[in-house]
């Protein structure tokens, strides 16, 4: 999207065993990225805002309902006819 990402991740571990948060997955993302933005633009400013609106999927929940509404997310931008049409989809939804 050119306004916003949608990310569906599962935590890792840290060395001692415990998961790492989402504020530090978060920070670590928007870190590097914004790095990356502003080395390619030649610049230094703000890329991402401060706020996340994130979700943690609970057990009743279901994650592919939730990758079938980020999959369809740029159809409802008008950017893609299809699914599969939106080329940052990152699985190939004609397979799925």
Same mark, same amino acid.
């Given at each position: 999207?050119?306004?916003?990402?949608? &990310?569906?991740?599962?935590?890792? *571990?840290?060395? @001692?065993?415990?998961?790492?948060? &989402? @504020?530090? !997955?978060?920070?670590? !993302?928007?870190?590097? /990225?914004?790095?990356?933005? #502003? *080395? @390619?633009?030649? *610049?230094?400013?703000?890329?991402?805002?401060?706020?996340?609106?994130?979700?943690?999927?609970? #057990? #009743?929940? /279901?994650?592919?309902?939730?990758?079938?509404? !980020? &999959?369809? #997310?740029?159809?409802?931008?008008?950017?893609?006819?299809?699914?599969?049409?939106?080329?940052? /989809?990152? *699985?190939?939804?004609?397979?799925?």
């Amino acid at each position: 999207m050119p306004d916003h990402v949608h &990310l569906v991740l599962a935590p890792l *571990r840290d060395t @001692a065993g415990r998961l790492y948060s &989402l @504020a530090d !997955i978060m920070s670590g !993302i928007k870190g590097a /990225s914004a790095h990356s933005v #502003n *080395r @390619a633009l030649c *610049r230094k400013d703000h890329v991402w805002q401060d706020e996340s609106f994130d979700h943690v999927l609970r #057990n #009743n929940e /279901s994650i592919d309902g939730k990758v079938e509404y !980020i &999959l369809a #997310n740029p159809m409802r931008e008008g950017l893609a006819k299809r699914p599969g049409d939106y080329p940052w /989809s990152w *699985r190939d939804v004609q397979q799925a």
